[in-house]
Nanobody, 119 residues
Framework: QVQLQESGPGLVKPSQTLSLTCTVSGGSITNRADAWFWIRQPPGKGLEWMGVIAYDGTTNYSPSLKSRTSLSRDTSKNQFSLQLSSVTPEDTAVYFC???????????WGKGTLVTVSS
């Protein structure tokens, strides 16, 4: 059973960088069939795809967030991370990490973590 767990600060000040980590168990982030996503959901709004990191470390970002987003990974810890810079209150959201296997859709999700941007 694959499990994903988001971790990081729940409160970030405006203009700072939001940093979250997703720890994966029950599966390897280097499995060729898998890609690993960050998605967020602002209060009262729908899901927004932020970025993806593939099994080989290749990244791709949402065009609307590309200038502020960076994904990375630590294969020794089986973790991948999100950094979102220059945050504003509009970046307040529940942040999820998820897995896509064989480009068939996201089959495993973390429970999500609420990040509030406020001074």
């Amino acid at each position: 059973q694959v499990q994903l767990q988001e971790s990081g600060p729940g409160l970030v000040k405006p203009s700072q960088t939001l940093s979250l980590t997703c720890t994966v168990s029950g599966g390897s982030i280097t499995n060729r069939a898998d890609a690993w996503f960050w998605i967020r959901q602002p209060p009262g709004k729908g899901l927004e795809w932020m970025g993806v990191i593939a099994y080989d470390g290749t990244t791709n970002y949402s065009p609307s967030l590309k200038s502020r987003t960076s994904l990375s990974r630590d294969t020794s810890k089986n973790q991948f991370s999100l950094q979102l810079s220059s945050v504003t209150p509009e970046d307040t959201a529940v942040y999820f990490c998820a897995r896509d296997r064989d480009q068939e859709g996201m089959d495993y999700w973390g429970k999500g973590t609420l990040v509030t941007v406020s001074s």
